[in-house]
């Protein structure tokens, strides 16, 4: 089991993300990476690789501000990316209420998958470690109304898909994996990936 009292960096302003570390025990501070996300939305390459290389960016980014910082070289930076797939369709977060009708449109009676690249990156020493999580979840065609009334909601905001899981909408179910993932921060496997660093 992965040690509680590790020194985490979250690099994510994501509300989402810090709920989660906190709900699970962490302790952590909230470094945002200045990485653009919305760089990374494309159709050049495939949703695993697009997650990976924005978390490792991301990771990164903040890594090169706080070296060298001796009062946080014990501290682990975590940085993750997600992104919903449908079709081989990748959806980011949504630009603006038009883009996220859009995106509900074409994931409205779906099977889609939604992607987390996670990556782990110790300040003192080693590389960094990356590792992807995969969900499955169906969504129950959409009517006008219960378009209308999400999009109304604004709970589509910031949302990779324009969806939030944790929003408990009654017309998106998980098909298989993880739900924290589909929220934004797949926790089971970050804590698989901080045993290593638990003992050191």
């Known amino acids: 089991m992965a040690n509680k009292h590790l020194k985490l960096i979250l690099a994510s302003q994501s ?10 025990g962490y302790d952590f501070e909230v470094i945002p990476s200045n990485v653009d996300e919305a760089l990374g939305i494309c159709s050049q390459c495939g ?6 290389g924005l978390a490792v960016q ?9 070296h060298p910082d ?33 995106m509900l449109g074409t994931l409205s009676g779906q099977v889609h998958r939604v992607y987390s690249g996670l990556c782990v990156w110790p300040l003192s020493q080693g590389a960094p470690h990356v590792e992807t999580e995969i969900s499955t979840l169906r969504m129950d065609p959409l009517n006008t109304a219960q378009l209308d009334d999400y999009l109304a909601s604004g709970l589509w905001e910031g949302k990779a898909g324009s969806f939030g899981y944790q929003d408990e909408p009654g017309w998106i ?14 926790m089971e496997l970050l804590t698989r990936m901080l045993e290593r660093y638990s003992t050191r």
């Open 173 to 186: 179910h998980l098909v298989n994996g993880s739900e924290s993932n589909v929220v934004g921060l797949p």
């Open 70 to 102: 001796p009062a946080r070289a014990d501290c682990l930076i975590v940085a993750c990316d997600t992104v919903a797939e449908c079709g081989g369709q990748i959806l980011g977060k949504p630009r603006d209420e038009d883009h996220a009708r859009e």
């Open 47 to 52: 949703p695993a690789h697009l997650v990976v």
């Open 58 to 66: 991301k990771a990164a980014d903040v890594a090169r501000r706080l």
């Open 15 to 24: 509300p989402r993300r810090r709920d989660l570390l906190t709900e699970a």
